[in-house]
């Protein structure tokens, strides 16, 4: 569970060091696939300032980031639907339950840990311009899981394409192409937007 941290501590680092890095600060993206799409959507719905007073500088960074473009994301971990790692209890996915801690398996601990790592749940006006694509023969994490959180963005008046792969599992040989898109999609929104 404190991989969601570490991420957020990464942008803030990043950040923290654009000179030395040239890049510019106000406008950063994420991108990752499967569990790292799941992190992408951590930083961009919970990313956000630092505490001022942190007595490390990195900290004080915000961890925000201004655009996103992901493979196939968990979002809700506590409705997995028809996917093969849904215990069909409303507890945690089936091959990763040591993953989120010793006491997953308590059903009233699990609904906070659960809660607290879904994207879904933290989707704001603020959300960052998101692309995702997403097979729809995912039997893994299942097209409803991004199909549900483009719907909550759409509610909070955010941005998000999906684009569904026909035929598409859990991967697809031809990914690499679609990087290309991924690429389009950072320069139309990191190279006109302003940092949050």
Do not use: C
């Not at 933290?122 to 994490?141: E, F, M, Q, R, W």
Request: hydrophobic content about 35%; glycine content about 12%; proline content about 8%.
């Amino acid at each position: 569970m404190e991989i969601t941290e570490d991420v957020n501590r990464a942008v803030r680092f990043i950040r923290l060091n654009a000179d030395k890095y040239q890049v510019d600060p106000k406008r950063l993206g994420v991108t990752g696939g499967s569990s790292g799409g799941h992190l992408s959507l951590m930083v961009a719905t919970r990313g956000g300032p630092g505490p001022a007073d942190a007595a490390d500088p990195i900290d004080r960074e915000s961890s925000a980031v201004q655009a996103v473009a992901i493979f196939y994301p968990v979002t809700d971990l506590l409705n997995l639907g028809k996917s093969t790692e849904n215990p069909g209890d409303g507890g945690p996915p089936k091959s990763f339950v040591k993953g989120f801690g010793p006491e997953s398996t308590n059903p009233a601990v699990w609904k906070v840990i659960g809660h607290e790592l879904s994207p879904i749940y933290y989707v704001s006006s603020n959300l960052p311009p998101s692309l995702i694509y997403h097979g729809d023969a995912d039997t893994l994490v299942p097209l409803d899981q991004s199909e549900r959180f483009q719907a909550e963005a759409r509610k909070a008046g955010g941005t998000v394409e999906l684009v569904v792969h026909p035929g598409g599992e859990h991967g697809w040989l031809t990914m690499v192409w679609d990087l290309r898109k991924f690429a389009d999609w950072f320069d139309r929104y990191l190279r006109t937007r302003t940092g949050r």
